[in-house]
């Protein structure tokens, strides 16, 4: 046996170790996961930045495996933030093509309900049409629901949460005297991009950066976050098990 059959064989071990401890009344029901280290990954191993998304768009397939295993109810994925459109145009196309496949092969899969968050005017018409024949094409499965962020910045869901907000009640003929009578974080919340599902738990993020850079600004409020050295290609199911591990051993307070 040569050192790397043996190497994935006691990662095997230990990940069937790791997952015989779980326990699964302790699992977060929703995982929001910032994809990071694609391009870091694909440096190291002398590829090119496109070959490094790809290997990353390959990932999630094994991500959502991974939750289904472990009774993981919604899933929150950030493939693209508003602030990566400032990248060159011969990355960020072949970027978008990228996302474009993965989007259309989750759907096609069968198991998941996808659902995009982001604003889709940023986006390009051909990719707002896969995100929206998607959406529709998953709406009836019970499974993961899968919040596909692209076009995703955490500041302007808000923004646009409070503009959706005001142009309802601008609608009903509600005076700003009354809307501000009764405005609340909850009545917010209702016309986020999640709206409708719970608060992520937890959220994971590859590639050893320790920071949110905008992710669901408003709904980790009161998440756990889990930081992982390993850039997103190379992350495995024993990193996902320890940061299941890692949360479960924390005692959730919310403030109290």
């Not at 050192?3 to 790791?18: G, H, K, S």
């Not at 024993?238 to 051993?249: E, G, I, N, Q």
């Amino acid at each position: 046996m040569n050192a790397v059959n043996f190497r994935d064989l006691v990662y095997r071990l230990y990940a069937r170790r790791v997952e015989g401890r779980l326990d699964h009344d302790q699992v977060p029901k929703h995982i929001g996961v910032i994809l990071d280290g694609n391009r870091r990954w694909a440096k190291a191993a002398g590829g090119s930045a496109v070959q490094g998304h790809q290997a990353g768009a390959d990932k999630i397939s094994e991500l959502l495996g991974w939750c289904d295993e472990t009774d993981v109810e919604v899933v929150t994925l950030w493939m693209l933030s508003t602030d990566n459109f400032d990248r060159p145009e011969h990355e960020l196309k072949p970027l978008l093509g990228i996302i474009e496949n993965t989007v259309r092969n989750l759907a096609a899969d069968g198991r998941w309900r996808v659902h995009h968050v982001g604003t889709l005017d940023l986006l390009p018409p051909e990719t707002q049409t896969v995100l929206k024949e998607a959406e529709e094409a998953t709406s009836g499965i019970e499974g993961i629901i899968v919040n596909v962020a692209v076009g995703y910045g955490g500041r302007q869901e808000i923004a646009d949460a409070v503009r959706s907000l005001l142009l309802e009640h601008a609608d009903k003929g509600t005076t700003f005297e009354e809307l501000a009578e009764v405005v609340s974080t909850d009545l917010i919340s209702e016309h986020l991009y999640t709206r409708g599902q719970p608060d992520p738990d937890l959220v994971i993020r590859t590639s050893g950066e320790q920071r949110l850079s905008g992710f669901m600004l408003w709904q980790s409020a009161h998440s756990e976050y889990y930081f992982c050295e390993v850039f997103w290609p190379a992350f495995r199911k024993v990193d996902f098990l320890r940061a299941l591990r890692d949360y479960a051993a924390r005692h959730r307070r919310f403030g109290g």
